[in-house]
T-cell receptor, first 117, second 112 residues
Framework: GAGVSQSPRYKVAKRGQDVALRCDPI?????LFWYQQALGQGPEFLTY????????KSGLPSDRFFAERPEGSVSTLKIQRTQQEDSAVYLC???????????????FGSGTQLSVL | DAKTTQPPSMDCAEGRAANLPCNHS???????VYWYRQIHSQGPQYIIH???NNETNEMASLIITEDRKSSTLILPHATLRDTAVYYC?????????????FGRGTSLIVHP
């Protein structure tokens, strides 16, 4: 079966543009996570969904960042009025079980590399 | 902040065992230790996880100390394709959800 799919693979935006990044999790996976990874750093948590409910958005760096998962499957991360500091790889991960358990593994997509000029 | 500490880099000769250490001295009783690795331009890939007992699968072995304050990931016969950044994480609780928190990991270079 297909793994976690993210699109686009690369995105170049001019400063001030809005962007939308898509994540297709593995079918049937309940939990979905978004991470931001700057060059040379580990992934930083942004937000977490359990089905369509956004249970944790504590990692979103500003109100320019917005994520949704309206039908509990595909998720979109939107960044408004992009800034140069938003340049990073945005990773999506999904897992089968509910997020309240500590013993489920994450499956990651290959990420979207966003460059803001 | 990540709850784990790892050396920033290590190297290993091809065919030899790679032993990657991780300190997690503040781990609580119900938190699992997970290992992931990230090869350049890809997302992290799950390797193994454990709670108290040592674990082994087709990729690696995980040795957890009795006090659970540290662990070691063992790649028994490292190959060039094992060159990657290895992340040791513990599953934290945040508002009832377990949020995996990554540090900077260990960059492992396997050389011929």
């Amino acid at each position: 079966g297909a793994g976690v799919s993210q699109s686009p693979r690369y995105k170049v935006a001019k400063r001030g543009q809005d962007v939308a990044l898509r994540c297709d999790p593995i079918s049937g996976h309940v939990s979905l996570f978004w991470y931001q990874q700057a060059l040379g750093q580990g992934p930083e948590f942004l937000t977490y969904f359990q089905n369509e409910a956004q249970l944790d958005k504590s990692g979103l760096p500003s109100d320019r960042f917005f994520a949704e998962r309206p039908e509990g499957s595909v998720s979109t991360l939107k960044i408004q009025r992009t800034q140069q500091e938003d340049s990073a790889v945005y990773l999506c991960a999904s897992s089968l079980a509910l997020g309240g358990r500590g013993d489920e593994k994450l499956f990651f997509g290959s990420g979207t590399q966003l460059s803001v000029l | 902040d990540a709850k784990t500490t790892q050396p920033p880099s290590m190297d290993c000769a091809e065919g030899r065992a790679a032993n990657l250490p991780c300190n997690h001295s503040t781990i609580s009783g119900n938190e699992y230790v997970y290992w992931y690795r990230q090869i350049h331009s890809q997302g992290p890939q799950y390797i193994i996880h454990g709670l108290k007992n040592n674990e082994t699968n087709e990729m690696a072995s995980l040795i957890i100390t009795e006090d659970r304050k540290s662990s070691t990931l063992i790649l028994p016969h490292a190959t060039l394709r094992d060159t990657a950044v290895y992340y040791c994480i513990v599953r934290e609780t945040s508002g009832g959800s377990y949020i995996p928190t990554f540090g900077r990991g260990t960059s492992l270079i396997v050389h011929p």
